[in-house]
């Protein structure tokens, strides 16, 4: 078991946050259990090594993203899009709804492409600055800066009830 | 300061599942899984080389690979593309079109993930139009990305709209070749190139419908190479997202913030005009694609909401007209593999139990095969039929589609 010494407590202590992200990207509870299991059991055979660096997170979210992009370009590459209704023109949904804003953000953010949805969790859940978010995704800032950009709009066109959330976001985004 | 879309997010976040007490449990019992199969270790090249793949090594242990078998190998009576033996190597000419091609990486549990698998049966395989499976036995499968990394990567391989060429990675020339499977020639296409270099910016190729022509897009530049003679013309800084029937037009997406400009080309790579796309109609799906109509006037695109498709303009950039084709199982149409005549395209896609599991509940079920489909489908009527059906035993697979117009 020395091996693989710390990871158990590792997943005690930062399986949920990783859920959490991950649940974020994938947009579902069962994808995202599979993307936590699968970047973990990578990281298993090296786990000593790992740790021995003293920030095994890091590393374990860096290859989180690259598991779900991974994924997401497996997928695209079958030309298989997510079926969903087309935009419901009459619906004006009272967004003071907590519920239901989550569901439409949820819903909003799964019509990104992998990255987008990446820097969006990467930025704007995890409070990541540019050059951290650059690092994890394995590109340079300006990518960061314009995909950040591009999801925002993507987000806006998709769901214009969510022009208050995105414009607050874009605000700080900018004097960041 | 944090913003609303920060506290919006965290809120969505908290409705993750919580962390199953088994998890680590099940990741030691599958990481000590793949422990178990032995690889023979790849001699470690100099710093920032990948080792080479050896063609026709022989590996010890667990995975399955054999010296290549006497006979032509067909498709197994159960029509799992990857059971029964491994097939030859590719006759030097008068091979038959090719509509299929995968890697299944070796079955290896895990595809790609920690180590590459070596060996022919790393090698990409082809299906021909008579139902015969080959091996692409000089060209690049997947291959270590870098020395101590968990990323590994496989190198791309296209076949041509009518089955008649494969463009792929040739390992012993280090570069791209086009490969006449008729009657053998091989033409190299573009410069060669280091294994750190083809991970670095692995190229998306597509042919033209006549399979002539070849767009080869690597690093943020692309070239359109004469499959016949060599001859390669840079095009603008762009995306390929159309050759159509001979290149005679090519179109290329330029994108500045949200805004996206269709960039008009000849072969030899002269812009003859710009247009901006319609904001309805996106292109990020057709990156690296063909999606031209043989006649260079139309281009098919996704909708910008993914929930269908739309006919581009050339000339104008405008949506002509919005698609919403059924597919069969569900879903719309919402991107294809190229177009299979003035108004017919083709497209795969995955049939249930793909990758995913069975549904919701306490143990989700993996299917223990990758299965998808292949349509010709009819865009006047939007009408379908199967050309064809892949079965294949593995967890992961790299699948390329083609040979659909003969």
Redo the contacts between chains.
């Keep these: 078991m020395a091996r693989?010494d710390g990871?158990?407590e590792f997943?005690?202590a930062r399986?949920?946050a990783l859920?959490?992200?991950?649940?974020?990207l994938t947009g579902d509870?069962?994808l995202?259990?599979?993307l936590?299991?699968?970047t973990?059991?990578?990281v298993?055979?090296?786990w000593r090594r790992v740790a021995a660096v003293g920030n095994p997170e890091a590393y374990v979210r860096k290859?989180l993203y690259?598991e779900h992009i991974s994924w997401w370009r497996?997928r695209?590459?079958?030309?298989?899009?997510?079926?969903?209704?087309?935009?419901d023109d009459e619906r004006r949904p009272d967004f003071a709804d907590?519920a239901l804003?989550?569901m439409v953000?949820?819903q909003a953010l799964t019509?990104l492409?992998a990255k987008q949805r990446a820097v969006?969790?990467l930025r704007?859940?995890e409070?990541r600055s540019e050059i951290e978010t650059a690092e994890l995704l394995g590109c340079s800032t300006g990518t960061v800066k314009?995909q950040t950009?591009?999801a925002l709009?993507?987000l806006r066109?998709?769901e214009p009830g969510l022009a208050?959330?995105?414009t607050?976001?874009e605000?700080?985004e900018a004097t960041r | 300061?944090?913003?609303?879309?920060?506290h919006?997010?965290?809120?969505?976040?908290?409705?993750?599942?919580?962390?199953?007490t088994e998890?680590?449990g099940?990741?030691?019992t599958?990481?000590r899984r793949?422990?178990r199969v032995r690889l023979i270790a790849m001699p470690a090249a100099a710093a920032g080389v990948a080792a080479a793949i050896v063609v026709g090594s022989v590996l010890t242990g667990g995975t399955t690979n054999s010296a290549p078998p006497a006979v032509t190998v067909t498709v197994p009576r159960n029509g799992v593309l990857n059971d029964g033996p491994l097939p030859g190597p590719l006759p030097a000419e008068k091979a038959e079109p090719i509509r299929y091609a995968f890697l299944d990486h070796c079955k290896q549990k895990?595809g790609l993930?920690?180590k590459p698998p070596v060996g022919d049966c790393g090698q990409w395989r082809l299906l021909d139009r008579s139902g015969k499976l080959w091996r692409v036995a000089d060209g690049m499968g997947a291959y270590p990305t870098s020395t101590g990394d968990?990323?590994n990567s496989s190198a791309p391989l296209e076949i041509s709209p009518d089955g008649r060429r494969i463009a792929y990675f040739k390992v012993k020339e280090q570069r791209y070749v086009v490969r006449d499977l008729s009657s053998g020639r091989i033409t190299p296409v573009g410069r060669r190139m280091s294994l750190p270099e083809l991970y670095r910016a692995p190229a998306a190729m597509a042919f033209s419908g006549d399979g002539r022509w070849l767009a080869v897009a690597s690093g943020g530049r692309s070239l359109l190479a004469d499959t016949t003679t060599g001859a390669v013309s840079v095009l603008p800084a762009g995306s390929v997202v159309g050759l159509g029937q001979d290149a005679a037009t090519v179109v290329l997406t330029e994108?500045k913030?949200?805004r996206t400009t269709l960039v008009i080309t000849g072969r030899d790579g002269r812009v003859r005009g710009r247009v901006p796309l319609d904001?309805r109609a996106s292109l990020?799906?057709a990156s690296g694609e063909n999606w031209l109509s043989p006649d260079g006037r139309t281009l098919f695109a996704?909708r910008?909401?993914?929930?269908?498709a739309v006919l581009v303009d050339v000339r104008t950039g405008k949506v002509i007209r919005t698609l919403r084709i059924r597919?069969p199982g569900?879903?719309?149409l919402?991107?294809?593999?190229g177009w299979a005549g003035p108004s017919k395209v083709f497209?795969?896609?995955?049939l249930p139990g793909?990758?995913e599991?069975a549904g919701?509940g306490p143990a989700?079920r993996r299917h223990p095969f990758m299965r998808?489909r292949g349509l010709i489908i009819d865009l006047d009527t939007g009408k379908s039929r199967v050309l064809d059906t892949y079965k294949l035993r593995a967890s992961?697979i790299?699948?390329v589609y083609g040979g659909y117009t003969s």
Excluded at chain 1, 19 to 24: G, T
Excluded at chain 2, 334 to 337: K, L, V
């Design positions: 693989y990871l158990p997943v005690a399986g949920q859920l959490r992200s991950a649940y974020l509870g069962h995202a259990e599979d936590v299991q699968s973990l059991v990578k298993a055979p090296r290859m690259h497996r695209s590459r079958r030309n298989e899009l997510p079926s969903a209704a087309p935009p907590g804003l989550s953000l949820q019509k492409t969006i969790v704007f859940y409070d314009s950009h591009r709009a993507r066109v998709l208050d959330l995105l607050d976001a605000t700080l | 300061m944090t913003s609303r879309l920060h919006a997010l965290s809120e969505l976040a908290e409705q993750a599942p919580a962390p199953r998890l680590t099940h990741v030691i599958r990481a793949r422990r895990g993930s920690y968990y990323m994108t913030g949200s904001p990020d799906m996704s910008s909401s993914h929930d269908g597919m569900g879903g719309t919402g991107g294809i593999t497209t795969a896609h995955a793909w990758d599991p919701p989700p998808s992961q790299s699948n």
